[in-house]
């Protein structure tokens, strides 16, 4: 027997999933997180998870795990002390950054704190010329001087990043070879390591993001190595990264800034399986935890990978699904602004104390406490039993935040779930119509801990007419851990007009990546049999700031290659823009390799029809505040694990599982589908 186990800790719960490959076995496991040492919450979680099923930590040949650590700490700017040294001329770069704002006409927009204050950003002679030539050397010894000075002024990370390092490593190389003899305990973050593409602001911010991180991501995974070798777990572990891949602790403890989307992208990765297999391509991914929401995009069955984004107001250059987060969840803090105006969040009572229901100390009523007093939550437990609730203060605190913002209590508790529905429904306008797509054109996945709970009001906001719940939605980012590959991405800059001239160094800039990617399946031991390797170029019309990303045939590149890029090109400039320019000339900019090495994944197997009643399930009523009637209804409150393919109700009715409470309002029916997803539509 193998077991397979996914973990992602989250700002609230910390939820397991274990797959038997021998039986096709999936368990499910949820506990409360430990903020102040996840690596705390994990190990009792994979230890219960295993105990719940009857195995021993020796039974586990694959643990893979998504963490919020580098996020969190990115957000509230927990990182270390950080130095940077840069060429001559190029300190306050990292201060400049674009000369835009996020909201044009807002004048007291602030901008994040620069992550190295000035006096930690040390400048040093040096000069490459754009065609790697030197024209400056590097002055090695105000190298030295430098990496002493900030040894001195106690940092724990150095940034090295040289204006023309992503063309000629030279210059870098040197100087981390240097931090390495006068300062090697501190943590060394490289450009050309990095971020080996052109535009210096985004490169430098990376480069410095890498650093802040590093040391903080560097003992949470020795933290995290420890406490599994204690368990007895012999398998190598797996982080995922922003692209929704998976790498080895090692290297995710060199490259933290890969790793700032962790969580959010197996859920993303895990609705693209799901979809697949029910048959559905094009979904709208919502992801609702205790902190914040995550929204994706999937046309077509899968999610648009960008390579670069902005991460709470930090630029960085690494592959990353293209996900739009916003601090809404069931711990989110409900308030009275200085208008008088009901909020929800971005404030989250997180884990520790939670919500005011959980009797751990908090006073401010939250999205839970509001879902508790409406009974759309079970008023009494949650986590199947294994946590109690405090309706009575739950109540309490409703009461109070009522009495501030003039209304009765049900009004209230109603009122904060409007208000956190319509900040999730803009986050999905972001990913949808900003980009030309109509949400009523897709289907909602919800899943998350409170997904399913609000996916009913938010469809309704959007006009979306179906909802699918997967069978384990509350764990299902720690199910996409089981459903991913090991991957890696490595990229190139070298500028360069679409023309037979370019072949030889379009044959050399993937002659080289290859030779990365070989090593890093080397590195990870990946069988030849279980490697894949897929090219991009990213492509632009001469004189344009933004490229495209371009997928270079397979096979050999040879003349042939170049006419089918310009198709394949413009193709992608008139889908975008509307128009191709005919007689510009094209350049190509970065060269782009995707790794991947397959690894056995969980399945799914479509169960056989059990007919239309779902009276099986059935285990009881509550009464239930709703919207729609404007009072107190009589529920009927199912259990999802009796549910079986083919089972039909129609709401109003609740839905109860360990990991999510589903809710199916008047109007709407659910059906279980072969594979025991749960489908909502509008009857």
């Not at 009523?440 to 909802?467: S, V």
Request: hydrophobic share 45%; net charge negative.
């Amino acid at each position: 027997m193998a077991w397979r186990i996914g973990v992602d800790s989250g700002g609230t719960f910390t939820d397991v999933c274990l797959f038997d490959d021998a039986t096709g076995r999936v368990a499910v496991w949820k506990v409360s997180s430990t903020p102040a040492d996840p690596s705390e919450g994990i190990a009792r979680g994979v230890a219960e998870g295993l105990a719940e099923v009857g195995a021993a930590a020796a039974d586990v040949g694959y643990f893979g795990h998504g963490t919020t650590v580098a996020t969190n700490a990115l957000i509230q700017h927990r990182g270390v002390k950080t130095g940077l040294i840069t060429t001559d001329g190029f300190r306050d770069l990292l201060e400049i950054g674009r000369q835009k704002r996020p909201d044009l006409y807002d004048m007291q927009a602030d901008k994040p704190p620069t992550l190295v204050s000035r006096d930690l950003r040390l400048e040093v002679a040096e000069r490459l010329r754009h065609d790697g030539s030197v024209e400056i050397p590097l002055d090695e010894a105000a190298v030295r001087r430098a990496v002493r000075r900030l040894r001195e002024a106690g940092v724990e990370a150095v940034a090295i990043c040289f204006l023309y390092g992503f063309v000629r490593s030279d210059h870098e190389q040197t100087a981390a070879r240097i931090l390495a003899e006068e300062f090697p305990a501190a943590f060394a973050s490289i450009s050309h390591a990095v971020a080996p593409e052109f535009r210096e602001f985004e490169r430098l911010s990376t480069t410095v993001v890498n650093a802040y991180l590093g040391p903080i991501m560097r003992r949470y995974i020795g933290r995290l190595a420890e406490r599994l070798t204690a368990l007895g777990l012999t398998a190598t572990p797996h982080l995922t990264q922003s692209n929704g891949g998976v790498i080895g602790f090692e290297q995710a403890a060199r490259l933290p800034v890969r790793t700032v989307l962790s969580g959010p992208s197996t859920g993303v990765v895990g609705a693209q399986a799901i979809g697949r297999a029910v048959g559905f391509a094009d979904l709208i991914a919502f992801d609702m935890g205790g902190t914040s929401t995550d929204v994706a995009l999937l046309a077509g069955g899968a999610c648009r990978l960008t390579g670069e984004a902005v991460v709470h107001g930090y630029p960085i250059k690494a592959p990353m699904l293209d996900i739009h987060t916003v601090g809404a969840g069931g711990g989110s803090i409900a308030f009275v602004d200085n208008g008088g105006l009901l909020k929800v969040g971005p404030r989250s009572a997180g884990a520790d104390p939670g919500p005011v229901c959980y009797a751990k100390g908090n006073d401010e009523a939250t999205v839970t406490d509001a879902n508790v007093v409406l009974g759309t939550l079970n008023p009494a437990f949650l986590l199947g039993g294994r946590m109690p609730v405090r309706h009575d203060l739950a109540v309490a605190a409703i009461d109070r935040l009522a009495a501030v913002v003039g209304m009765e209590r049900m009004a209230t508790a109603s009122g904060i779930l409007s208000v956190v529905t319509a900040n999730m429904a803009r986050a999905i306008r972001v990913i949808s119509v900003q980009r030309g797509h109509d949400p009523r054109d897709y289907t909602l996945m919800a899943f998350g801990g409170a997904g399913p709970l609000h996916a009913a009001r938010l469809a309704r906001e959007l006009e979306i007419r179906r909802i699918l719940v997967p069978r384990t939605p509350g764990i299902l980012c720690a199910m996409g851990l089981l459903l991913t590959d090991l991957r890696a991405d490595f990229a190139v800059t070298r500028l360069a007009v679409l023309a037979p001239a370019a072949l030889d160094g379009l044959r050399a800039a993937f002659a080289t990546l290859d030779t990365m990617a070989a090593e890093w399946f080397a590195a990870e031991g990946i069988a030849p049999a279980d490697r894949a390797i897929a090219r991009t170029v990213d492509m632009r019309y001469a004189g344009q700031n933004y490229e495209l990303p371009i997928a270079v045939p397979d096979g050999p590149i040879d003349a042939a290659t170049l006419p089918v890029l310009a198709e394949r090109f413009a193709e992608a400039h008139r889908r975008l823009y509307g128009f191709v320019a005919e007689e510009d000339p094209v350049q190509l900019v970065t060269f782009r390799v995707e790794a991947s090495g397959a690894v056995p994944k969980a399945t799914f197997a479509a169960q056989p029809d059990a007919g239309p009643d779902a009276a099986g399930a059935l285990i009881g009523t509550r009464a239930v505040w709703l919207a729609e009637t404007g009072g107190f209804v009589s529920c009927p409150v199912y259990d999802r694990d009796r549910l079986r393919s083919g089972n039909c109700f129609a709401g109003p009715a609740i839905v109860e599982q360990m990991d999510a409470t589903t809710v199916v309002p008047p109007g709407w029916t659910a059906r279980v589908e072969p594979f025991l997803n749960l489908l909502l539509e509008v009857a």
